[in-house]
């Protein structure tokens, strides 16, 4: 059976879909530049979610959105917007920032092996249902409207910041931010009006009067309902969504339709944290999967590292730890290829492998036990090679990993002439050429493994 740990209950519960397919809504990225290494630990942990739904036999249909307008740089609707900002850094229309990024993004997310959901959906393409929803809350009695825009009242919902376990008369009593025309610290945006006189690049005619965008919140709501109905099974996003994105996006819906709980499961991934401090989208701690490639890591070896931990652990990165990663994905193919080249007999039977396996995926999404559970399979000698290879490429459904390719990788033309000419030089007996040409086959990221019938050669 599958159990989660979910954040409404800060228990791990039993998972049972509410209907029979399994509604999951996952928060996108901004695109206003390419997402960090942090960020895409969140997607990571959001894949191996769906793929564990999907290996116990579910049926998934997973949205996820695109916020391309109106995400201010704070979490107190102020600064500036992120697109523009971005915008102006680059010289481009906003349009063009969040089409370039959104590709970027899923780029990077292929390259991982993240499966694509079953929706993708912009803020720009949903307006319409974001005014929407404001108006129904508006005829619930859950807004006020102030100069500069149209604020959700807090205080007007028993069980404001359940999720989050927000202490509301604590956060009155000791509101030390500048309100402005808010009556409620918690109090957020749902609309905003553009400044007059200010050009802004995005914004929308609206039953209020006035030009504007949607606040950062209410696309989620809006656009998860659309696709997954007024009530659903999971939610996702980092920690740090908890205590205000989320938040506000409960109250939205169930302000909107009264229904609780709106969502029956709220899953949050832990940071990814650099030397102690928070990856940030600017700065030296803004770590790329490109920085990570410019230095030769595969992919591939950056969602094998995050494997290595549980998602509700932090998990710290360093270009050592990094490192380990890649020698433990290395033994894992190295393992694999050995078992493919050198066929041995034994037993079929894996179903305690298999059972371990499921065990360790079912108990909240333990990865690093998944792995143990592989390990064990790929050493079990009194099992048949064949069949320590088919049950690694079984579990590869959730590691996602491309194990069944492990090997098939092309070697180009130019390291399979300096392996003959090695080869050459061994038969002659000169070990001195044969070494030099194994050390610049090393540098050019390929192994060889000298066997009796001839040799290996592998990508590293
Ligand atoms: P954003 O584009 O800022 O909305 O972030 C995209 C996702 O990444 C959200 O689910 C965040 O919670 C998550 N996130 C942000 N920073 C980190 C981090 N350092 N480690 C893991 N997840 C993060
Ligand atoms: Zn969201």
């Known amino acids: 059976m599958l159990t989660l740990y979910n954040t409404l209950t800060r228990t791990k519960e039993p998972f049972t879909p509410l209907k029979d397919v399994v ?36 049926k998934v249909n997973h949205v996820m959105n695109i916020t391309d307008v109106g995400h201010l740089t704070s979490d107190a609707d102020e600064g500036e917007d992120k697109m523009e900002k971005g915008a102006a850094r680059e010289g481009k229309t906003v349009w063009e920032i969040a089409e370039y990024y959104t590709k970027a993004f899923q780029d990077d997310i292929h390259k991982l092996h993240i499966l694509d959901p079953d929706t993708w959906c912009k803020a720009t393409d949903h307006i319409q249902e974001q005014i929407e929803q404001i ?55 749902l609309w ?13 005619e ?47 819906a169930e302000g909107a339709t009264g229904k609780k709980p709106w969502v029956q499961f709220w899953l949050h991934g832990e940071f990814l944290v650099l030397d102690k401090a928070k990856m940030a989208k600017s700065g030296e701690n803004f770590l790329t999967l490109q920085t990570l490639v410019d230095k030769e890591y595969d992919p ?14 932090q998990l710290q990165f360093s270009w050592e730890a990094l490192e380990t990663a890649r020698n ?54 009194s099992l048949s090679s064949e069949a320590r290879v088919a ?32 080869e050459t030089a061994r038969k002659e007996k000169d070990w001195a050429k044969s070494d030099e040409l194994r050390d610049t086959i090393a540098e050019k990221g390929y192994s060889i493994e000298d066997k009796k019938e001839g040799y290996i050669l592998r990508k590293k």
Not at 29 to 52: M, Q, S
Not at 363 to 378: F, G, K, S, T, Y
């Open 300 to 313: 591939l070896v950056y969602r094998y590292f995050c494997l290595t931990a549980h998602y509700k652990q």
């Open 192 to 204: 905003k009006f553009s400044k007059e006189g200010e050009n802004r690049a995005m914004e929308w």
């Open 206 to 252: 609206s039953p209020w009067n006035k030009s504007g965008y949607p606040g950062w919140h209410i696309e989620c709501s809006a656009m998860s309902m659309k696709y997954l109905g007024e009530q659903f099974d999971i939610h996702c996003g980092g920690i740090d969504h908890i205590s205000v994105h989320h938040t506000n996006e409960i109250a939205q």
């Open 135 to 189: 108006q129904t809350l508006e005829k619930n009695g859950f807004t006020y409207t102030t100069s500069d825009g149209v604020y959700f009242d807090t205080s007007k919902l028993d069980d404001y910041g359940e999720i989050a376990l927000l202490d509301k008369e604590n956060l009155k009593a000791g509101a030390r931010v500048d309100m402005g025309e808010k009556k409620n610290p918690t109090d957020f945006a």
């Open 391 to 422: 049950t690694a490429e079984q579990f590869d459904a959730v590691f996602g990993l491309g194990i069944a390719d492990f090997g098939s990788e092309e070697i180009p033309e130019e390291i399979t002439k300096l392996a003959e000419e090695r």
């Open 328 to 381: 433990g994905f290395e033994s894992i193919k190295t393992k694999l290829l050995d078992l493919k080249e050198n066929s041995v007999e034994g037993s079929d039977d894996v179903t305690k492998h298999e059972a371990a396996f499921l065990e360790a995926v079912n108990d909240d999404l333990n990865m690093p036990q998944a792995l143990a559970a592989l390990w064990a399979v790929l050493r079990d000698d």
């Open 23 to 58: 509604s999951l809504y996952t928060c996108g990225p901004t695109v206003y530049n390419y997402a960090h290494i942090g960020n895409l630990r969140t997607y990571i942990f959001e894949d191996i979610l769906k793929r564990v739904l999907l290996y116990n036999k579910c």
